[in-house]
């Protein structure tokens, strides 16, 4: 990897984002994890992020900040790994104060902001926004128009990017408990395991779920590759 690479992570402390971090690093890229002030487990990230070699940024978003953090930085590639789920944004509006989590003000307001920040780069780095399955124009699932949403103004706003939508993300190593994904990946795979064995592998390589150590390694991989530049990758892709 060239030395002048410059990786910022938005969502670093996910499932996702701390493997991608990890997985630069492993790559030997310069790699700015960002870890929100307010972040629950603050210490735990700012600790194992150093460790790893990585350096930790905690600039505020919602105050123009990042926009200012990004043009300094002039990061090489930015990934967007940010995003809220609806139980947990139900669970942390009761104790909100200020803007109630929400997709909108998490995932959409937070990467688009991300997007803003990103397009005052001087030289366009790859932008690498996760999105998920499913998503497209018109759909009534208020996540996938979510998601729409920001695939949208990714492809409207920067010149370099790629969007990857993969099915569930998780894993023995998930630490946080979701009942619903778990049990929804757990059956899809086995159904897709079947389906797979009776000639159905496409379904079966676009449907089923990926670990988030899988999927970091493909994010990296697909962040450093030129042909991905302006791509949907699909499930079946990151494999
Ligand atoms: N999980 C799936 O099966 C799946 C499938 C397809 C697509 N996706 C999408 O992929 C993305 C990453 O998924 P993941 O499972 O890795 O996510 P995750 O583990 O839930 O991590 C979410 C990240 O977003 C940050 N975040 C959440 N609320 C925030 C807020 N109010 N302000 C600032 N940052 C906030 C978290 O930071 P803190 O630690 O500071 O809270 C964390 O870094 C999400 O956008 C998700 O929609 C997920």
Redesign the pocket.
């Known amino acids: 990897m060239s030395a002048s690479e410059i990786a910022f992570v938005?969502?670093?402390?996910?499932?996702?984002?701390?493997n991608v971090v990890k997985e630069l690093r492993a790559r030997g890229v310069r790699t700015v994890a960002h870890?929100?002030r307010?972040?629950?487990?603050?210490e735990r990230?700012r600790r194992a992020f150093t460790e790893l070699g990585a350096e930790i940024d905690s600039t505020p978003?919602g105050s123009g900040a990042i926009e200012a953090r990004l043009a300094e930085l002039r990061p090489t590639k930015v990934f967007?790994?940010?995003?809220?789920?609806w139980a947990?944004?139900r669970r942390?509006a009761m104790a909100a104060t200020g803007a109630k989590?929400s997709y909108a003000?998490?995932?959409v307001a937070?990467?688009t902001e991300l997007v803003r920040a990103t397009k005052l780069v001087p030289v366009a780095p790859r932008f690498v926004c996760?999105?998920?399955?499913g998503t497209r124009p018109g759909t009534r699932n208020p996540?996938r128009e979510t998601?729409w949403r920001i695939e949208t103004a990714v492809r409207e706003a920067l010149a370099d990017w790629t969007i990857v939508?993969?099915?569930?993300?998780?894993g023995p190593d998930?630490e946080?408990r979701?009942v619903g994904?778990t049990v929804g990946?757990a059956v899809g795979d086995r159904v897709l395991a079947v389906l797979g064995a009776f000639g159905a592998t496409h379904w079966r390589e676009r449907y089923r779920?990926i670990t988030?150590p899988d999927l970091a390694r493909a994010l990296v991989r697909l962040a450093f590759d030129d042909t991905a530049r302006g791509r949907v990758i699909h499930a079946e892709e990151l494999r």
Request: charged share 25%; net charge positive.
């Open positions: 938005a969502g670093a402390t996910g499932y996702t984002g701390r870890v929100r307010e972040s629950k487990e603050f990230w978003w967007a790994l940010l995003g809220t789920t947990r944004a942390e989590p003000t998490v995932d937070l990467t996760l999105s998920s399955i996540y998601r939508r993969p099915s569930y993300i998780t998930r946080e979701r994904e990946a779920s988030g």
